[in-house]
């Protein structure tokens, strides 16, 4: 069986952003989604409008988002569009809130923890998508790419719950509820004292859903409707969903893209884990931070459900 292919440059520029979908050689068509992060007010890691303007706006896109389950600045679509247009990306393109108008349920492949997926209502609307991901670490993940960007992203605030809860809440009612119940007596309930992965069936359970929701997502649209890209630059050890995330410790890598989100993220995590450390530039801190989480189960379980192969071949331009 041939190897997926995985492209990769090392100059992070709206014209090799460009050429990392061109490369792919699958014209967008019809309403173009552009899935990204818009980062939480505080935070400054999150994909730039000065980065990704000339592609989404080279392709007449929309970027898309769904709402949080945590308030914050994205928790609802009055401040989550606010948040998107105090940083930049309602001056490059339309900003959809895809859950702003309800949701709806796409089939799933491995029903162990989830009947469905839980996902936008505006998933609907669109014929295309580039999953465009910023690759860095993650509190719970271990590190989110395009199959956390897809799975998570891509869901409502009822479906993030859904996930997190490894299909024990279906509400964010019942969702805080169990989550408080986590909770030491004697401490102010609140997310801080709570623990979310107690909530979950196991953390490898956690990593499932993810990638069966990410799986549920390229199903819906179909094969082929889906590009995939990562861009690993400022590479801190958690998300763009942290308002103030560390320092990154390792510097820039670059954009790689496939039509293989299995094969993508698996490269990254290689990048990562193969990466020559020395003084100002350390793999480390994410090495630890993706291995602490077992996050590499999201990715095995990708490809045991037949999302996409782990095995690849890098092609650098």
Same mark, same amino acid.
């Given at each position: ?54 592609? +989404? ?67 609907? #609307?669109?014929?295309?998508?580039? #999953? ?84 549920? +997502? ?39 893209? &496939? ?12 990048? +990562? ?35 996409? &192969? ?8």
């Amino acid at each position: 069986m041939d190897k997926s292919k995985v492209y990769m440059t090392t100059e992070i520029t709206p014209e090799s952003l460009v050429k990392m979908y061109e490369v792919l050689q699958t014209p967008a068509h019809g309403k173009v989604a552009v899935k990204i992060s818009t980062g939480e007010p505080g935070g400054h890691n999150y994909l730039k409008p000065e980065l990704i303007g000339q592609l +989404v706006q080279k392709l007449n896109a929309t970027i898309v988002e769904c709402n949080t389950i945590y308030g914050g600045g994205r928790g609802d679509t009055q401040t989550h569009l606010q948040t998107a247009k105090d940083h930049g990306f309602t001056a490059i393109a339309p900003v959809d809130i895809m859950d702003a108008d309800g949701e709806m349920t796409i089939p799933v492949r491995d029903t162990t923890y989830l009947q469905y997926n839980i996902v936008g209502d505006h998933l609907k #609307n669109y014929d295309f998508m580039i #999953n465009l991901a910023h690759f860095k670490g993650h509190g719970m993940g271990g590190f989110g790419g395009v199959l956390k960007n897809q799975a998570i992203g891509v869901s409502s605030p009822n479906g993030k719950c859904y996930q997190h809860s490894t299909g024990k809440a279906q509400t964010m009612k019942d969702f805080y509820d169990l989550l408080w119940s986590t909770v030491p007596e004697g401490e102010s309930a609140g997310l801080a004292a709570a623990d979310w992965v107690g909530i979950t069936h196991s953390h490898d359970a956690f990593h499932e859903c993810m990638a069966n929701c990410a799986a549920a +997502v390229e199903d819906y649209m179909g094969k082929g409707n889906i590009l995939y890209i990562n861009v690993m630059n400022n590479l801190s050890i958690d998300c763009d969903c942290n308002a103030c995330p560390p320092d990154p410790e390792m510097n820039d890598i670059g954009i790689l893209s &496939s039509l293989d989100p299995v094969a993508l993220d698996q490269a990254c995590v290689d990048l +990562v884990f193969n990466h020559h450390d020395h003084e100002g530039d350390s793999a480390e801190a994410l090495r630890e931070r993706i291995t602490s989480r077992h996050g590499i189960h999201t990715v095995e379980h990708a490809e045991k459900i037949g999302l996409g &192969s782990r095995e690849y071949e890098i092609i650098k331009l």
